[in-house]
């Protein structure tokens, strides 16, 4: 069973502030579990229903085992349908970024992306697309936010995530700059080229007017119907896409 310290410690983690205080965030559910295992990510420890504990491959000795019962996972889940088995993952110092390996590949820049599952949508695109590197807004949600994680389902594993001041870093960035903008060229029209950055603004207010000024290729998806705008997650997914297509001709 767990202890009542315990429960009170993992709940505590649903919540950025500690989150942040203790270096540890959560992930739920056997495949990213296990993804997360195989990772560069230190798993801490993990909770799992008895059936769970036969589907984890073999462990380093360092990864501290609980079996619960379904009233404790209820208790520790963020999910309001736990999924059987839930892990406490060590937060990694936050990378420096070393603007060569943005060179000869395409890179998404997220300029105020504020809610957790378009984040973790985009960061599982990202990683679908190829695209392994996504440089953050300091105002973006946090990516250890549980809801973030979830939506990556395992993704998140796998790409590198800056959190960087967008103006200072684009000031010394050469490198093509595409941003999604309404006004933009068509992306059917774009020469996509072979590198470059790619920005995504915030689900409101797009791309905040000091980062716009960057922008060397405003790039629009074209509207056919009447919808006033898109997700800025599903933006991320057709724009991906397409310069993948073009990117691997």
Same mark, same amino acid.
Not at 68 to 91: C, F, M, R, Y
Not at 103 to 130: C, E, Y
Not at 144 to 157: I, R
Not at 183 to 207: A, F
């Given at each position: 069973?767990?202890?009542?310290?315990?429960?009170?410690?993992?709940?505590?983690?649903?919540?950025?502030?500690?989150?942040?205080?203790?270096?540890?965030?959560?992930?739920?559910?056997?495949?990213?579990?296990?993804?997360?295992?195989?990772?560069?990510?230190?798993?801490?420890?993990?909770?799992?229903?008895?059936?769970?504990?036969?589907?984890?491959?073999?462990?380093?000795?360092?990864?501290?085992?609980?079996?619960?019962?379904?009233?404790?996972?209820?208790?520790?889940?963020?999910?309001?349908?736990?999924?059987?088995?839930?892990?406490?993952?060590?937060?990694?110092?936050?990378?420096?970024?070393?603007?060569?390996?943005?060179?000869?590949?395409?890179?998404?820049?997220?300029?105020?992306?504020?809610?957790?599952?378009?984040?973790?949508?985009?960061?599982?695109?990202?990683?679908?697309?190829?695209?392994?590197?996504?440089?953050?807004?300091?105002?973006?949600?946090?990516?250890?936010?549980?809801?973030?994680?979830?939506?990556?389902?395992?993704?998140?594993?796998?790409?590198?995530?800056?959190?960087?001041?967008?103006?200072?870093?684009?000031?010394?960035?050469?490198?093509?700059?595409?941003?999604?903008?309404?006004?933009?060229?068509?992306?059917?029209?774009?020469?996509?080229?072979?590198?470059?950055?790619?920005?995504?603004?915030?689900?409101?207010?797009?791309?905040?007017?000091?980062?716009?000024?960057?922008?060397?290729?405003?790039?629009?998806?074209?509207?056919?119907?009447?919808?006033?705008?898109?997700?800025? $997650?599903?933006?991320? $997914?057709?724009?991906?896409?397409?310069?993948?297509?073009?990117?691997?001709?």
């Amino acid at each position: 069973m767990l202890s009542k310290s315990q429960i009170s410690f993992i709940k505590s983690l649903h919540q950025k502030k500690y989150r942040k205080e203790n270096g540890i965030f959560i992930i739920e559910g056997i495949k990213s579990i296990v993804e997360f295992i195989q990772s560069n990510y230190q798993v801490h420890s993990i909770f799992y229903l008895a059936q769970y504990h036969s589907l984890l491959p073999t462990l380093p000795a360092n990864i501290k085992l609980f079996e619960v019962n379904n009233a404790e996972l209820d208790k520790i889940s963020t999910l309001q349908a736990p999924q059987g088995i839930l892990a406490l993952v060590n937060i990694p110092a936050q990378p420096v970024l070393d603007v060569k390996i943005l060179k000869n590949v395409f890179s998404l820049v997220l300029d105020g992306v504020q809610d957790p599952g378009n984040m973790g949508t985009i960061i599982r695109t990202a990683d679908w697309f190829g695209f392994k590197n996504i440089i953050c807004a300091n105002n973006c949600v946090e990516i250890y936010n549980p809801k973030t994680v979830q939506a990556t389902m395992g993704s998140l594993s796998r790409t590198n995530i800056f959190y960087e001041h967008l103006p200072s870093l684009l000031n010394h960035i050469n490198l093509p700059i595409f941003g999604a903008v309404l006004d933009g060229k068509s992306m059917y029209k774009t020469d996509w080229g072979k590198e470059g950055l790619v920005i995504l603004g915030n689900e409101g207010q797009g791309i905040t007017p000091e980062v716009l000024e960057f922008i060397t290729h405003p790039v629009t998806i074209p509207r056919v119907g009447a919808a006033e705008s898109l997700n800025v $997650a599903i933006s991320a $997914a057709i724009l991906c896409a397409d310069i993948s297509r073009n990117f691997h001709k």
